[in-house]
């Protein structure tokens, strides 16, 4: 981390940050409009972190939304026809509600998008800057990896409706062991695929620790697909010593995602301020071709990360009455300035303003 | 050692809970003295419990504030509150239930109206049968709405079903069996990672023995 200037917010440090660690790695900066055709998202709704959208009446009549997402409207003007890959990144305002808010809430978000052809340096890459973006926030911060396609390759051998093992798959994101035995029990699931989806539930840990264990459990092409590609990710991510952690209850939709999925975290933050994943079924639901990763980076969070609140709005607070000369309340203004300190000159003392010290112009 | 946070929920079930985390090791004896003090630490274990009302529970749990809590799964129901729910503790065992007079029949050609003080239970419960409900969001005494009229039914947790015989109620159906979960934050989980599963495993332990 290197030192800026302390009078930017931390989440502001932040962007500039992320900005330039995205641009040093070739991402070009993907600017959009506030607005989309509120169309585009009524088509993936289950796809966004949550349905409300504002919406209204542009001047044609054209039903319009603020952007509760910045993914889709990349995914929409991505051009085809390229064998390069399409690498952007952005730093938008969306507008959304969760469940915890009363109301919508503009949301800062900073993200990379990598759509095209992939290879496994590609979505490397991504994880590496995913990994790179928590750095640059915190020292502290842990990286959660899951692998969609060995959860789900796991799920496929139970032979169960796709109602049942969406029930399965929300145990498993709430590490609800006893929901899952239970479900399993009701189900029909044989015992030894229960024992496996509980495992995996409660698996976390360093992939040194964590992928041994998944060997043993890999069954079937698809399980071993997976588990060749979250290898072979984390080979290539070792050399940087980042804080990866496998967590297979990060349960993306499989609507939409497919493969590797991630989330990161602070401490002190109370819930993940990274998420991101390969999404390639939302690509192809959208007519497109080929594969596409990326995540988005929660600003908004870092308002009550760390930075201590500053003890004084001000170090000196200048008073002057009405009989002093402007140019010499200018001249005091300048010399304090000048001497590094913040000056605030008032003829009265402001309510509630904190200063250091008080000095009157005589 | 970083400090494990602990919420518990307020009344009967918070002190049976405190009962079987000291037995599990993370006792902190200064809880025990007749106090109106909400927050009580041991620094020794490692632990800091504070009593909040059980409905907040999750609330505390979600936002970090505490890192694990003990909640119903009434109240998880309720609020899907984004947590792990690592264990089943086997406690507060009651049931949700649908509720009405004796002498109450259900007649499929109305909208049935449900008293309750969980909506969106009522709700899953009744679209999982397709049946066209009116909610009434009751805040307490739930069992007075069918009896003055306000309501068809209600939907409630149902412990012995005392309340209900007395007030001429009883239960038509049960919705989902309710005990006590332990609960844990996403993030904390990770970050006290050692911690979390360290008073997870001692708890699965007890609850365990106790059930054989």
Redesign the interface.
């Known amino acids: 981390m290197t030192a800026m200037d302390p009078s930017l917010k931390h989440e502001e440090q932040a962007i500039l940050r992320l900005r330039s660690l995205y641009r040093s790695y070739g991402y070009t900066h993907y600017k959009m409009s506030k607005f989309e055709e509120y169309d585009l998202y009524v088509r993936n709704k289950s796809f966004l972190v949550s349905e409300n959208i504002l919406t209204f009446t542009d001047t044609d009549g054209k039903l319009m939304a603020l952007k509760p997402d910045v993914t889709l409207s990349i995914i929409k003007n991505v051009k085809e026809g390229s064998t390069a890959l399409e690498k952007v990144y952005y730093n938008e305002n969306v507008y959304r509600t969760s469940p915890t808010s009363h109301g919508f809430q503009e949301i800062m978000q900073a993200g990379l998008e990598c759509i095209g052809d992939l290879d496994l340096y590609a979505i490397s890459e991504v994880v590496l800057l995913a990994a790179r973006s928590l750095e640059s926030i915190s020292e502290a911060y842990l990286l959660d990896l899951s692998h969609l396609g060995f959860v789900t390759g796991l799920l496929n051998q139970l032979g169960l409706r796709e109602s049942a093992l969406r029930e399965l798959l929300g145990y498993l994101g709430a590490k609800n062991t006893s929901a899952i035995t239970a479900a399993c029990g009701r189900y029909g699931v044989s015992p030894q695929h229960r024992e496996q989806l509980c495992r995996l539930a409660l698996l976390y840990g360093t992939p040194e620790e964590v992928l041994p264990e998944l060997k043993k459990m890999a069954a079937g092409p698809q399980m071993e697909r997976a588990l060749a590609e979250l290898k072979e990710i984390c080979s290539l991510l070792s050399p940087g010593g980042y804080c990866l952690r496998l967590d297979f209850s990060i349960v993306n939709d499989k609507n939409y995602y497919n493969g590797l999925v991630f989330r990161g975290f602070l401490p002190g933050l109370p819930s993940s301020i990274l998420a991101g994943g390969q999404y390639d079924n939302l690509l192809h639901r959208m007519g497109k071709r080929g594969g596409a990763i990326g995540f988005a980076v929660y600003l908004d969070l870092l308002e009550r990360f760390g930075g201590e609140e500053l003890a004084y709005d001000v170090d000196v607070l200048l008073l002057y009455d009405r009989g002093i000369s402007p140019a010499k309340v200018a001249a005091e203004v300048a010399a304090i300035e000048g001497s590094g300190q913040s000056v605030r000159a008032e003829r009265t003392i402001p309510a509630g303003l904190k200063y250091r010290q008080v000095r009157e112009v005589r | 050692m970083e400090m494990l946070n602990i919420a518990l929920p307020k009344g009967r079930l918070g002190e049976q809970v405190y009962r079987l985390f000291e037995a599990a090791g993370y006792e902190c004896p200064s809880i025990r003295g007749e106090n109106r003090r909400l927050i009580f630490e041991n620094e020794e274990r490692g632990v800091r419990y504070f009593w909040v009302k059980p409905s907040d529970v999750a609330?505390y749990v979600?936002?970090?504030a505490a890192d694990v809590g003990v909640a119903g799964k009434d109240i998880l129901l309720e609020y899907?509150p984004?947590?792990?729910?690592?264990?089943?503790l086997g406690m507060g065992r009651c049931r949700m239930c649908v509720a009405a007079k004796k002498t109450f029949r259900d007649s499929m050609d109305r909208t049935l109206r449900v008293a309750t003080k969980f909506p969106r239970i009522a709700k899953a419960y009744y679209s999982s049968l397709s049946r066209e409900i009116d909610i009434i969001k009751l805040h307490g005494s739930i069992e007075l709405a069918p009896i003055l009229g306000l309501s068809d039914v209600i939907v409630d947790i149902v412990e012995t079903g005392k309340t209900l015989l007395e007030n001429d109620l009883e239960p038509k159906d049960t919705i989902v069996p309710i005990s006590a979960r332990l609960i844990a934050?996403?993030?904390s989980?990770?970050?006290k990672?050692e911690e979390v599963t360290a008073l997870c495993r001692c708890l699965d332990g007890l609850c365990r023995e106790q059930d054989q």
């Open positions: 609330i979600e936002r970090g899907q984004d947590v792990y729910e690592l264990l089943d934050n996403k993030v989980y990770k970050f990672y």
